[in-house]
């Protein structure tokens, strides 16, 4: 049974790659004909990072589209092919069956819309120094985001044990959740 878990993975991650791959210059061509391009900020609001990244201006933002579409992407097809082919193939193929996947999956698109909206705002040229989120809001809400995922392991799925490979399994108790959120 285990050897069809790691089959399973690499058919979806071979998918996913492949799919990412063919529809990259799509996304590109894409951001380009829309001048969806990174915005670095002036010399005044940052002398230094904007001589460090003055290279970087125009280069296409909104990149992390490319990651969290193929994934939800290839996930809905996996769940209708489910559906729309009822064999044992595709119905083990479908992973949005598993209550185990919502969680990440939750985390990715809440992750992705943080990034999206940040993009957006810097392109737009709207926010502080030039546009996008301060760090600190990033943060604040990447953590919040994190801290959804360790209360929700520690209470729901009563999980405190961190695995170290080859060395041993430690019980860390509450201090669970401030570690799986700076992970």
């Not at 193929?93 to 909206?117: D, E, H, K, T």
């Amino acid at each position: 049974m285990v050897n069809f878990y790691i089959f399973k993975l690499a058919i979806l991650t071979t998918f996913s790659f492949v799919v990412a791959w063919l529809w990259t210059p799509t996304l590109i061509r894409i951001l380009n004909r829309y001048r969806l391009g990174k915005q670095i900020r002036d010399e005044k609001a940052a002398p230094i990072f904007s001589k460090m990244h003055a290279n970087k201006a125009g280069t296409p933002t909104m990149g992390g589209m490319l990651i969290w579409v193929t994934v939800l992407g290839v996930a809905l097809l996996c769940a209708y092919l489910a559906v729309a082919i009822p064999n044992e193939f595709f119905r083990n193929l479908n992973f949005l069956s598993r209550s185990q996947v919502w969680l990440p999956l939750g985390a990715l698109v809440m992750a992705a819309i943080v990034g999206a909206v940040d993009d957006v705002l810097n392109v737009k040229k709207i926010g502080p120094f030039g546009g996008g989120l301060r760090m600190r809001h990033r943060v604040v809400l990447y953590t919040l985001i994190a801290l959804v995922g360790a209360l929700w392991f520690y209470f729901k799925l009563d999980w405190d044990v961190l695995h170290i490979p080859f060395f041993a399994d430690l019980s860390i108790g509450i201090w669970y959740i401030p570690v799986f959120i700076f992970i």
